[in-house]
Every structure is written in C-alpha cells, then in structure tokens.
C-alpha cells in the first residue's frame, strides 16, 4: 500500500469516526470520552441531564456515579478494559438538579494500528423516568402482596366463614373455616356450585336470587339459615352477602362472609324462655294484688276515707304499670320464639280508635288527648293487637310529654293504604336517635338523661305487629319540637268486607 492509499484510508476513517461521534451526539442525552484507563474523564457533554465537565477530572466517579452503584461501575469497565470490548451498564447517577437519576450507559473503545486503547468513547441515555416507573410498580406489587398476604391471614385464622361467588353462583375463594364446615378440600369445593358443596335445593336456589339481587342492585344482602355442619350438626347462620365492583363499576363478583350463630340463638332462646316463665309466675300474685287494690278502694269509697281512696287509686295506677311491663316481656318471649299469633279478621279502624278513645279518657289524666274524625275504614287485622300499638304509642307518647300538652291521634285513608299518627308536644328525639328507635330493648339518650322509666320494648312490639300485618311504621321528630309516630295499614274496600 503506498503512502498515498495509506493517508486516504486514515482520512476516511476519520470521515466515519465524526460521523459516528454526530450520529451519537445527536441520538444520546450524555456524550463522554475517556482516557485509556478511565481514570480521567476527559470530556463530557451532559446536555440537560448532568453537568458537563469543562475539562478533564480525575474524580468523576466520585461526582456523577452514585455510592450505592460505584463497585458496579468499576468492576464493569475493569472487565471491559481487560476484554477490549464495549462498556454497557445501567446505573444510577448524580443529575444535574442534585437528585438521583438513572442512565443506560455504553462506550466503545478506540484503537490504535497496534490494537491499542487509545480512548474510549461513550454515550448515555436518561432512562430515570422508565426506571421510577418500574420503582413504583415494584412497590406497588409489594404491598398488594404484602395486602394478599393480610388477608389470607386473617381469612384463615377467623372463625368466620369467607367465600366468594361468581356470577355462575361458583365459589372461586373458600377460607379454612367453611371448607371444615363443608368436609371438604379446596380441590373438592372450589370452582363448584352450591349443590356441588351440599345446599339443600331451596337453600342454593334461595341463595341464587339472593346473588341476581345482589347483582341487579349493586346492594349488600343479608339473612339467616340454617346448614348442617360437616361434624357439628345442623347449625344457625348470619350471612351478608356483598357486591365486588370493576373498574368499570359492575359487579364482577360476590363475596359472602357467614357467621355461626347457634350459641347466641340458644342463649336468645333460654333468656326468652326465662322471661316467660318469670312473667308468668309474676302475672298469678299480680292479678291477686291488683284484686285486692280495687276492693280496698271500693270500701274506702264506701267509707268516704278520701286519704285511703288516693293512695289506692296510685297504687292501681303502679300496678297497671307493671302489669303492662310484664306483658310488653311475655310478648317479644312469644314473638321472638315465633309462638305470637296474628288473628286476622275484619274491622272498622274508626270503630277501634274510638274504643281506644273511651279507655284513654279513663287511664290517662292531665294531658289533652285530641282524637281526630275519622272516618269508616276497614281493615283485616288482629284487633286486639293493633289496639295494643295504638295504646303503646300514646303511653309513649304521655310519658316523653310535659303535663297538660296535647296529644293528636288521627288517620287518614289514600291509596289503598291507612296511615295512623299520634303526635306529642314532648321533648323530641335527635338524628341519632330517630334510626334506632324500634330495635329491641334501645332507649334514647334523652330518657335516660332525665331518668324516665323504661325498657324499650315497646315501640319494638309494634314495629314488629305492624310488619306482620303487612305495614310500615316510622317516626318524625325534631329535638325540642315533639315527634309523631306514624304507622300504615292496608284497607280493604267496603265491598270486600
């Protein structure tokens, strides 16, 4: 090769390496040279992404590679000034701004005629975004694991029955607890349907309208049933069953949790039995007491002793207290032992209201008891029972009043329906109160404050008679404003009677 061919060669390759040095320029965030050793670097270009060098700097590493990757970084080119090969590594760096970044980094070293390194060239890429997005997945998919983890725990190490359905009625999650319920493996149950895993017919059919609900409405549902345990028996059960919503808000499946509650339903059953048998052996003394009061007052009327005839007529009073008390317990015994009975027949409501009417005159005194015309309204109902409600409700209504304020009862007929008021003066009852009025045995905060006697049974008597007639009742009140007390009923048209 003459000198000529030797000098066009080299001025070609000179040509390329420009080229290839603009190509890279022009294509890479950071642009580096370094020396043979790379104990210097000896340029850098760092563009937005890191500071550039100005001169040569013997301490580069300690300036732009982070101390976590500064081992990583070294053993990397150690290897590849020993091979002669490509420099190539991702690692974290000090940018520009003073924070951590990321940056893909890959330099090529150059040689001499002799195979020398003479430098290396370099180009980096900022990847920092891409790398804080794997970050974040990453920790991301931690804690849902860490999640994952929680709930297994907890699904396995409760008592409580944890399930799953999809919208095929299959179960696709069953915890420890309700396949030891069931007798069977996860392999066994899971996957399967509700006959699969032993419900009676009526019970999985019940429990698939329940899931169409739940679809339907998007609704939590919640009931009671009865399912035999694989080693314990038949067994009692409270169950909710939930909707599980997509991203999209659809319910993509249904996820139950059930709870035995046979203990709680036997203990409910012996207190109930107990009350029973208490309010009966109290009635016979009771009856006797109260026989004894009105003859005594009969003779001291005789007698003209006024004194004697006050204190009596009080003790009357007292003693047709506690015999409503006794009653008002022997009848959520009955009730909540299923043993109440509704003895439907048919009856005019005006006819009642003004029985009810005649017997409030006589019982209660110092308060303006204000019955509304009503009229002709038919109805098929347990008379005896409804009259209880009425009775209950303007007793309650007396005892929350102060004396001498009025008390309106009315009724008013509309769409096939009766709605009945009692409406009080008395002291109120707040917006925490108001949801929770009906529950068995709750009594408001107010009362107790003010130490009114009580033991919230009776509006739960009603609720739970009006309900077994078909009916709704309910309450409206402000604090300090009095309350009325409503309760409906359906009519029956005059030419069914």
């Not at 670097?41 to 992404?49: H, I, K, N």
């Not at 003479?118 to 804080?132: L, M, N, Q, Y």
Request: aromatic content about 8%; hydrophobic content about 35%.
């Amino acid at each position: 090769m003459t000198t000529s061919d030797s000098a066009e060669n080299s001025k070609r390759v000179n040509e390329t390496e420009h080229l290839f040095r603009a190509l890279v320029t022009a294509t890479s965030d950071v642009v580096y040279r370094m020396s043979p050793d790379w104990n210097v670097m000896r340029q850098l270009d760092g563009g937005d992404f890191l500071t550039d060098t100005g001169e040569p700097i013997s301490d580069w590493i300690e300036k732009y590679i982070h101390l976590i990757d500064q081992h990583h970084v070294k053993a990397t080119i150690a290897e590849a000034i020993r091979t002669k090969s490509m420099f190539q590594l991702e690692h974290r760096v000090r940018i520009a701004d003073g924070s951590i970044g990321w940056t893909f980094s890959r330099a090529i070293p150059i040689l001499d005629d002799s195979g020398e390194i003479i430098e290396w060239f370099g180009a980096a890429s900022d990847v920092t975004p891409r790398k804080r997005m794997e970050e974040a997945l990453l920790h991301a998919r931690d804690q849902a694991e860490q999640q994952k983890k929680l709930y297994e725990i907890v699904a396995s190490n409760t008592p409580d029955l944890i399930y799953v359905f999809d919208l095929n009625y299959k179960f696709t999650f069953a915890n420890p607890a309700l396949l030891t319920m069931w007798g069977k493996t996860w392999d066994e149950a899971v996957g399967r349907g509700l006959l699969d895993n032993g419900y009676e017919p009526w019970h999985a059919e019940m429990h698939e309208r329940e899931i169409d609900h739940v679809v339907a409405t998007k609704e939590t549902i919640r009931g009671e049933v009865s399912f035999p345990h694989a080693t314990l028996g038949r067994r009692v059960y409270d169950y909710i069953f939930s909707p599980v919503l997509n991203a999209d808000g659809e319910v993509e499946s249904i996820a139950g949790t059930t709870r035995d509650i046979s203990e709680i339903k036997e203990n409910e059953q012996r207190k109930n039995d107990f009350i029973s048998m208490v309010s009966h052996e109290l009635k016979t003394p009771l009856t006797s007491v109260i026989s004894y009061v009105q003859l005594s007052q009969k003779r001291a009327t005789q007698n003209h002793d006024e004194v004697a005839t006050g204190m009596l007529e009080r003790a009357g009073k007292q003693l047709a207290k506690m015999t409503r008390m006794i009653n008002g317990f022997l009848n959520v015994s009955r009730l909540e032992s299923g043993q109440i009975h509704i003895d439907h027949k048919l009856f005019d409501l005006a006819a009642l209201m003004k029985e009810v009417e005649q017997e409030s005159a006589t019982t209660i005194s110092g308060y303006n008891l204000i019955f509304e015309p009503v009229k002709e309204t038919w109805v098929s109902a347990d008379k005896d029972k409804i009259s209880q409600v009425f009775n209950n409700l303007i007793s309650n209504a007396v005892k929350y009043s102060p004396p001498g304020s009025a008390i309106h009862v009315g009724a008013i007929a509309k769409g096939g329906r009766v709605k009945v008021s009692v409406q009080d003066e008395g002291m109120g009852i707040s917006k925490e109160d108001l949801p929770r009025l009906f529950e068995r045995y709750y009594r408001v905060k107010e009362a107790e404050a003010k130490h009114i006697s009580g033991f919230g049974i009776g509006l739960y008597l009603c609720s739970e008679i009006i309900k077994r007639h078909g009916g709704n009742v309910w309450a409206e009140s402000q604090p300090g404003k009095g309350s009325t007390f409503f309760f409906d009923l359906p009519v029956v048209q005059p030419e069914h009677k």
